[in-house]
């Protein structure tokens, strides 16, 4: 909706430290699981181990937190331990008033999707649910949007479903969910700026730490929140 703005203007939101209060969605869930993914964070800052390779190995880890006698982990158990995410105060009211002053809003993050689509399902659009770029799954929308589709553009690592068990449920496939580089944001950011027909001046993003912002060459504003403290950079 773009009624209050003529210029079409972009932002993009980080989830964990923006949105979510809390270290990252990821954590969130390994304190649920009573799991820990030192192992393989450690192995990725030293540089033995890409993005990619984390999260089939994190995804690993949840499916291994479950022993052999015990059934595996299925999708809806995963998602059901997101439910309680700690959210930052006036979330809500932030993107509303984003979207009402005509911003296109966008989530950008490399936490994990139930958590944004959760998110982006409180801003139903006025058109039905269907399966699009940037958009929400079926299942979040009819519980959280009546069916709607919603006015966020939403791109998120994650899970991948994998076999259907004999009761309907889904297991966790062995690969993840792989949208978003920690540090190649941007190139999200200008498909979503051809696509909205936004320039990069007209961009800003909001980041829960200046390392997992988008690049400079993508937009032209900053807003970084680090240690409790906010900071605005213009870049063009």
Known sequence: MMSKMETPRLVCLDMDRVLVDHLSTWQFVYDNLGISNDESFELYNQGLLDE????????????????MKESPITDSELRGHMEGMPMMKNWREFIQ?????????????????QTARDIAAQFPSQSEWKKRWGGIDRFTAQRFADGMDTQLHVFTNGWLLGEQLSNGEYELGDFGRYQVQMDGKGSVVQMLQRRLGVSKSNTASVCGHIYSSVAPSHRSYLMSFLHRTCNLIETH
């Open 97 to 113: 008033q984003l979207l009402d002053d005509g911003y296109h809003v966008a989530i950008v993050s490399g936490g994990l999707q």
């Open 52 to 67: 990619w390779d984390w999260i089939k190995l994190d995804i690993s880890l949840i499916k291994q937190s479950r022993s």
